[in-house]
């Protein structure tokens, strides 16, 4: 059965092939600037790759040229695409109506648009790529949705309950929903699988560190808190998203700046965070490389990162009443060594203890752990799989119809 994987969008559309005989990544690629001019770009699991200019002027034209692709030229990998038995899509928000993932209706469609002002630039965009993707392949071909948020389903209310009048989340429903759920799912369960235990059996911290950052505390198996909220803004600094400030913060600002909501949304979301504090770049390649000429700016954005981490590991701990094991994904959690043995070095009082050789060994897609032996809590450096999980969500629901 081969899987297609899609993320939508506003101006963009990620996709990839998946074979789940072997569960084999075929092909993948992205549409860029759709609406605009366009642009895609992609490669083959053999290693073909493409790159060139298409005018894009909305999703279905884009899915379009996704079938082209994968069906025509250098780099087809299907000859038709009757060959692709299911579409599975990413969804960041499914609010409270969607706790697990569910094939899309004329039912499911209206849930998701219904919450569009919990994610007004993603959810529009998911519900433009669903019915475009139905356009192109017709209502015969299943396909599903999976959400970002469906992973923390289970927090209890003391733990997505925000101390503001309680009005407000019954009218409006105000609540921490958290992201990342698919990759949280994902570096879970795998990681209850190298430690050869039951994911019910253990106390787990998920860190997803990337342009986008969140924490996840898991225990018997479910979700118990996360670190990002009714958005993906709150948290800790990330690569241009504030994370968690006082309040009083933005309102003081807003005074003194007179910035509307748009504007405070913009600053907050796009010009702050590790962009803001180091004022070089957002991709902690460039920060960490001024870091090591000597800005301070650039090293302090980095601090705050790393502390902010092990406070909210901290914390999860205590939430838990204790910690297993500890892993970290995404491109910074996959990649950035020496903030890994930053975070472990300063939670020793946890008995956490990391060999550095190992640490430095798990780059670039590598999968492994980092503690000693004799290290009290377990410390994992896990790939993550968003697409694959997806696919995997998508293939069950698509067998049993």
């Known amino acids: 059965m081969k899987i297609l994987v899609i993320n939508a969008g506003s101006s963009s559309l990620k996709y990839q092939l998946i074979d789940m005989n ?6 993948k690629g992205n549409c860029e600037r759709i609406g605009i001019d366009g642009k895609i770009g992609g490669s083959t699991a053999d290693g073909r790759k493409f790159d060139y200019n298409v005018n894009l002027v909305n999703h279905t034209a884009a899915f379009l040229e996704v079938k082209k692709v994968l069906t025509e030229g250098d780099c087809k990998v299907i000859d038709d695409l009757s060959e692709i038995a299911a579409v599975g899509h990413r969804i960041v928000q499914g609010g409270s109506l969607f706790k697990e993932s569910v094939l899309v209706t004329d039912e499911v469609i209206e849930g998701i648009e219904s919450l569009c002002d919990l994610a007004p630039l993603h959810n529009p965009a998911h519900i433009q790529g669903i019915r475009a993707c139905i356009e192109v392949f017709g209502k015969d071909v299943p396909e599903v949705v999976v959400f970002d948020n469906a992973f923390h389903s289970t927090m209890p209310p003391e733990a ?7 009005e407000y989340y019954e009218k409006y429903k105000v609540r921490r929903y958290g992201f990342h759920g698919t990759s949280h799912r994902f570096v879970s369960a795998r990681c209850a699988e190298v430690m050869g235990v ?45 994370g968690a400030v006082d309040p009083s913060v933005i309102t003081y600002l ?7 909501p748009a504007q405070t949304s913009d600053i907050l979301n796009k010009k702050s965070g590790v962009l803001g504090i180091s004022g070089i770049s957002s991709d902690d390649r460039d920060v960490s490389a001024a870091e090591a000429e000597g800005n301070e700016r650039a090293a302090l954005a980095r601090s705050i ?64 752990e980092l503690s000693t032996a004799d290290s009290k809590v377990k410390v994992f450096v ?3 799989n968003e697409e694959l999980l997806i696919a995997r969500d998508t293939k069950a629901i698509a067998e049993s119809l």
């Open 22 to 27: 072997g569960e084999k990544m075929l092909a």
């Open 160 to 166: 997505y309950i925000f101390p503001v009048p309680y």
């Open 198 to 242: 039951d994911l019910k059996d253990i106390k787990l911290i998920t860190c997803h560190l990337g342009n986008g950052s969140s924490i996840t505390a898991i225990k018997d198996g479910k979700v118990i808190d996360t670190s990002m909220g009714l958005t993906p803004l709150d948290g800790f600094i990330m690569g241009t998203r504030c």
């Open 254 to 260: 807003q005074e003194k700046e007179g910035w509307t």
């Open 305 to 368: 990162q790393r502390y902010q981490i092990r406070k909210l590991i901290g914390s999860y701990v205590a939430a838990m009443d204790g910690v297993d094991a500890i892993v970290f994904t995404g491109g910074i959690g996959e990649n950035t060594v020496d903030l890994r043995e930053d975070v472990c070095k300063n939670l020793s009082y946890l008995g956490v203890k990391i060999d550095s050789e190992k640490n430095l060994e798990l780059r670039r897609g590598k999968e492994g």
């Open 382 to 384: 896990l790939p993550t």
